[in-house]
């Protein structure tokens, strides 16, 4: 579902939203092991939250995308 989403990136207008969704399919990735999926939406997630001025989503993708 969320895959759909994502596919749907071009015709949403919002960074915001655009990088709270790359944030929720880099966390699913994670929890489904796919850790190279993962970080490629969770940088995707920061990039677009820094355009979108979103600073929690900002942090929040910055926290997953460091190993713990």
């Known amino acids: 579902l969320l895959e759909a989403g ?3 990136h071009p015709q949403v207008d919002n960074p915001g939203e655009i990088g709270t969704l ?3 399919l880099g966390i699913a990735y994670i929890r ?3 850790n190279d999926a993962a970080a490629a939406q969770l940088k ?3 990039e677009q939250a820094r355009d979108a001025n979103d600073r929690r989503t900002a942090e929040e993708a910055l926290r997953s995308i460091v190993p713990r």
Do not use: F, R, V
């Open 6 to 8: 994502a596919s749907l």
């Open 22 to 24: 790359h944030y929720l």
């Open 32 to 34: 489904l092991g796919k």
């Open 44 to 46: 995707t997630a920061l």
